[in-house]
């Protein structure tokens, strides 16, 4: 009897402090996010386009050389809502260890990086070379490429990861077994 006790305040304390962290995270507009990733994505964006064109850096605004193509990197290039979205992912699923669930979010966050950052430098490009097609590609990337990028990289975790929980779910099964 004191084992399923104890059971049952782990399992309560580590859901607490699991959503007590996305809580948080969510808090002043998603900033954390911003804060992390926008530099990062700024400065690999320019350093790459720097290597092609011979760019020049002005805050968040990226110039091209002699050409009069200024990159602007706002909040929704950097993509904090998607950050976001994979770091509920990983925190609602329960039954995971600390390091493991490190190792998740730290996967889940680089592979976005990664893969928005030259999603950014390849918009970028198009931009500037073939620029009559940027806005149906740069709207095609955000609002299809990005969801099934999130999702897409959710499913990998999955994978690699052995994650049998289903978010949100597993935990409301839980608690309702600890109920009864």
Known sequence: MKKKSENKR???????????IILI????????????????????TYFVLDLIFEASLFGTTIFLGSLAYPIEIIDACVAGSAYFLLLIFN??????????????VGFAFLSFFIVNSIRIISLSMIYILKPEIFNVTHLLSWYLGS????????????????????????DIKSIIRYLK
């Open 91 to 104: 925190l609602s699923v329960p039954n995971i260890n600390l390091l493991k669930r490190l190792k998740m």
């Open 10 to 20: 782990a399992f309560v304390y580590s859901m607490f402090l699991r959503y007590f």
């Open 25 to 44: 995270s969510s808090l002043g507009n998603l900033w954390v996010f911003y804060f992390i990733f926008t530099p990062l994505t700024v400065y690999l």
């Open 147 to 170: 969801v099934v990028l999130v999702v897409g990289i959710w499913f990998i975790e999955v994978k690699i990861f052995k994650i049998k929980d289903i978010p949100f779910y597993s």
